[in-house]
């Protein structure tokens, strides 16, 4: 299930119908930040009764496009770092929805990596620039790997048309692994990026969906019920409560998939340890 599938099916758990009790107004960014105020400016002016969107940038973009109706993130990285709310108890305003916090999703991915593959000392980490949660938290990851004592490379890709390049970049640095930084174009192209982690046999880890899509290890919060817990905000929120007194909710299960078919690919063998401790292992 997707994400926008699992947003209806907690809708429909409710008792929401579209084309009955509720009408859903889709708009789609396609990976590109630079279409995100436009598209919550036409949604605004659509006075829609809430805004359900995710990740920082769309955040800043809807709060900015509307300081009356109600918005819901179901997924945001730190939202008292990048000025959504107040505070998480009481976030104030019209926002609202559940939080991760992305330097520590990433650190532990890099704790992973180094677990499963300790030869490794040079470690690349793909980013996106224009996201405001790169620059407020890899600043953070690059001194917890550094306690880990490894080389990281920070390589820089916006859209999916700079991703050979940014793998052309790692080979020519000699990276040994792969760490996928938190960003909605890089999770929208995770089986392209998986692609391109084999082709340069790089041991790599990112969000849930890239294991899924062929990369070694998958690990974080689980994007699908994240999205089906944002309908109960949503449900609050149309009955009556404002966004602002709404406590914004951490992400509480965190999840570790290995794909064993990439790991038999690139010679590799997962320690028994990691996994007794994963979720799934696709086979």
Known sequence: M????????????????EGKNIVIEYRWADGRYDRLPELATEL????VDVLVTASAAAGMAAKKA?????????????????????????PGGN??????????EVAKRLELLRDIFPRAK?????????SPLTKLSIE?????????????????????????????????????ALV???????????????????????????????????????NGANQVELFRRAAVFVDKIIKGTKPGDLPVEQATRFELIINARTARALGLT??????VRADRVIE
Request: charged share 20%; no cysteine; proline share 5%.
């Open 66 to 90: 509307t300081q009356t109706i109600p918005i819901v993130m179901a997924s945001m990285g730190d939202p008292v770092a990048t000025g959504l709310v107040a505070s998480l108890a009481r």
């Open 95 to 104: 926002l609202t929805g559940s939080s991760i916090f992305t330097s520590e």
């Open 180 to 218: 996928v930084f938190e960003d909605p174009v890089f999770s929208a192209e995770a089986a392209r990026l998986a692609e391109l982690a084999m082709k340069g046999r790089l041991p790599s880890i990112g969000q849930l969906v890239f294991a899924e899509a062929g990369g070694l290890i998958g």
């Open 2 to 17: 997707n994400r926008v599938e699992a947003l209806r099916a907690g809708l429909r758990e409710l008792g929401y119908v």
């Open 44 to 47: 605004a002016r659509l006075n």
């Open 140 to 176: 953070a990851v690059t001194s917890f790997a550094k306690s880990l004592k490894l080389d990281v490379q920070q390589v820089a890709a916006r859209v999916p048309a700079e991703f050979e390049g940014a793998f052309q970049s790692m080979a020519d640095k000699r990276a040994e």
């Open 270 to 275: 997962i320690p028994q340890s990691i996994l």
């Open 122 to 130: 040079r470690v690349a980490i793909l980013l996106n620039p224009d």
